[in-house]
């Protein structure tokens, strides 16, 4: 966890810190604490991208905006060295101009540091200026949902094998496990105020053997059982003492069982409310089909993205309509997941990842007597969003075609075939046969030294469908056509 050691949390500048809705998370850097690098690897395994849940071996789990609320204390609802030198100390004569300068630059430093850090942990981004310059303004904005959007990117990030190093607000994540799984805390620090994540100030953990560290936290993840989890965590006496009031605002309140987008800039990722409701009081069912919104994970707000708020402004209509996507169901005395979900999670889900000698092999093991007498909750209606398919990633579209429409290129696969059975040239007479077909022909590009051309033709099926055609090297495009991917026209 990264802390602004040259910047000193000043009395002075409180006013602003509370104006911008920040203040409880800057009482957190003066309580800072390292993050346990094996435990939260170990996590990392456990995290599903296309569910934004952890997948244990119990059934699913998440961080949510309550979570959000409840450890950093957040609203909802609405190389720094240079920096250090500049602002290392307010002096004591220091006029209001200077006072405010001072906490514009503080709050950028809990911004880029706290809970928009990126990997390299030395960067401020001057996409924050605009927003500093208006302090009085900076309280209007979700600080809670943009830092969990980003945390559910970074680890969606790191879950792939190629990147090795995450970031973004991880203090939230360690707390989190910490309180959600007891078994897991750090042995004396029994003392808490608020925000929660406030306990775990000055938690060391162990720097080495990193290897068998993940290998043993792995193990002991796998050996979870049902009642490892504290799924109603903020209705415990201790939390109920110690939570602020303005937490427990009905307008915060409420959004935390929305399922709505959470955006931060041209990140946007899923609040995943409904495969968690025992985390808010409910009984979990066998959850809806999961939303693939694979295309939104290649924004970043680079190049074309930068355009993000009018090419993804059906998002962001959708959190702007968050009060009318929040989940109605059944509160019960004892929320857990149900027998049908259990019984579907046990057939489905990878819930082990250890070596079968190391655990005695529990996938036989029965679901609890005390799920089967659980009764079954009201399944909470909500809106079912179209999928949002990443185009470009070939290997994941078995056929050609959508998902939703299933339309696939008969009429080339049985061009081939009659080219095959006549014993000619397929490159040749495949492409003399897509220059007969009606065609829109777009301009060509180079792209990296290759020329990239699209057309939108109709084949035999009457669909209209974009073929990308690329030439490799000196080569035409009529003696070999090499159809990279196809999308249907006006999706």
């Excluded at 066998?286 to 939303?291: D, G, H, I, M, V």
Aim: hydrophobic share 40%; aromatic share 10%.
């Amino acid at each position: 966890m990264k802390r602004q050691h040259g910047m000193r949390l000043d009395d002075r500048i409180v006013l602003y810190l509370q104006m911008a809705g920040l203040y409880h998370l800057a009482r957190l850097n003066e309580s800072w604490f390292r993050l346990d690098k094996p435990l939260v690897s170990a996590f990392i395994e456990r995290w599903r991208p296309e569910t934004h849940t952890f997948h244990m071996p119990f059934g699913e789990c998440t961080i949510t905006l309550q979570d959000v609320a409840y450890h950093l204390g957040l609203p909802i609802d609405v190389k720094c060295t240079w920096f250090e030198e500049t602002f290392s100390d307010l002096s004591q004569g220091a006029d209001d101009e200077t006072v405010r300068r001072y906490a514009r630059a503080y709050i950028m430093m809990l911004l880029s540091t706290q809970l928009f850090g990126d990997k390299s942990g030395t960067c401020l981004h001057i996409r924050w200026l605009p927003y500093v310059a208006r302090l009085e303004d900076m309280g209007q904005y979700s600080w809670g949902s943009a830092a969990l959007s980003w945390l559910y990117r970074c680890m969606c990030r790191v879950a792939n094998r190629n990147v090795v190093k995450l970031a973004g607000p991880l203090q939230l994540l360690q707390s989190w496990i910490f309180w959600r799984f007891p078994g897991f805390r750090p042995d004396g620090y029994d003392v808490f105020h608020w925000p929660l994540a406030w306990r775990w100030g000055g938690y060391q953990p162990s720097l080495s053997n990193k290897g068998p560290r993940v290998a043993n936290w792995r193990l002991r993840i796998d050996l979870l059982q049902l009642g490892d989890f504290l799924w109603m965590l903020y209705s415990l006496a201790e939390v109920v003492q110690v939570v602020h009031p303005e937490i427990l605002d009905p307008r915060h309140m409420t959004l935390w069982r929305a399922t709505t987008a959470l955006i931060y800039f041209a990140v946007i990722e899923w609040h995943p409310v409904d495969r968690v409701l025992p985390q808010f009081g409910g009984v979990q069912g066998r959850p809806r089909a999961t939303l693939n919104i694979d295309f939104l994970m290649s924004k970043d707000g680079r190049g074309r993205d930068r355009w993000f708020p009018l090419s993804l402004q059906s998002w962001h209509m959708h959190w702007s309509d968050r009060a009318q996507h929040v989940l109605q169901f059944d509160i019960v005395p004892d929320p857990g997941p149900s027998h049908e979900y259990l019984d579907w999670w046990y057939q489905h889900g990878r819930r082990f990842l250890s070596p079968e000698l190391l655990l005695g092999d529990p996938r036989r093991a029965a679901i609890p007597a005390q799920v089967i007498e659980r009764v079954p909750g009201r399944r909470p209606e909500m809106d079912q969003l179209p999928d949002v398919l990443e185009n470009r990633r070939v290997a994941r579209r078995q056929c050609v075609g959508t998902r939703s429409s299933q339309r696939e290129w008969i009429w080339l696969e049985e061009a081939i075939d009659v080219m095959e059975r006549r014993g000619g040239d397929v490159g040749g007479e495949l492409g003399g046969l897509v220059d007969e077909v009606e065609s829109e022909v777009v301009p060509e590009v180079v792209v990296g030294g290759t020329r990239v051309q699209e057309e939108v033709v109709t084949g035999m099926t009457g669909d209209p469908m974009m073929v990308i055609a690329v030439e490799m090297g000196s080569g035409t495009l009529g003696a070999q056509v090499v159809i990279v991917e196809e999308v249907a026209v006006g999706e």
